[in-house]
């Protein structure tokens, strides 16, 4: 399974506006920040409000917000919005892809690693999302919502909210780690 650079972008997306989750954030500033090109945004962006990730709001003062709180949004969420259900193989999502169905002894192994891996991702909000070394500090799963300081891309486990932050003080130091 590789994500796509469509998925990577979508999270990086949603990782900035967990930031100010009520803040209406215009596409040209994501982009800027995340290094995305706008246009593609604009697109990630439709599919996640397809997906009801995010919101937008036309017009003058128009943008987009998230439709949901960073706890209650997943990694799995928004690969899935964007890139469709995770597989290893075309039989785990269509068993009709595969003439071999009866007789294939790897069919099984591939959906078991598919419930286990979406299982996983399922676990991990964007509240609770790590940063730094990119190895997840224990208890980093989904369970409650951390704080949120502006500017900063948190890595306190979802459910200490008393741990330090990363001492990263601005969104260019958070957007660098999570590249």
């Not at 937008?56 to 960073?70: A, E, Q």
């Not at 899935?80 to 790897?106: F, H, M, Y």
Request: proline share 7%; hydrophobic share 35%; charged share 25%.
């Amino acid at each position: 399974m590789k994500i796509s650079r469509e998925a990577d972008y979508a999270i990086r997306c949603i990782i900035y506006m967990a930031q100010e989750p009520d803040t209406l954030h215009l596409i040209t500033d994501i982009a800027a920040s995340q290094e995305v090109p706008k246009s593609f945004l604009a697109k990630i962006l439709q599919k996640l409000a397809r997906a009801g990730i995010v919101s937008s709001t036309r017009g003058v003062n128009g943008g987009f917000t998230l439709s949901r709180r960073p706890a209650d949004i997943t990694l799995l969420d928004v690969i899935e919005a964007v890139q469709g259900p995770l597989a290893l193989n075309a039989c785990v999502i269509d068993r009709k892809a595969c003439t071999r169905k009866e007789a294939c002894s790897v069919h099984p192994v591939w959906m078991e690693l598919r419930e286990f891996l979406r299982g996983k991702m399922r676990e991990y909000s964007f509240a609770g999302l790590p940063c730094g070394s990119g190895i997840p500090p224990d208890g980093a799963r989904r369970s409650s919502p951390a704080p949120r300081a502006k500017g900063r891309v948190s890595c306190r486990p979802a459910h200490d909210a008393a741990a330090p932050p990363c001492g990263q003080n601005n969104a260019e130091e958070g957007k660098q780690r999570m590249q």
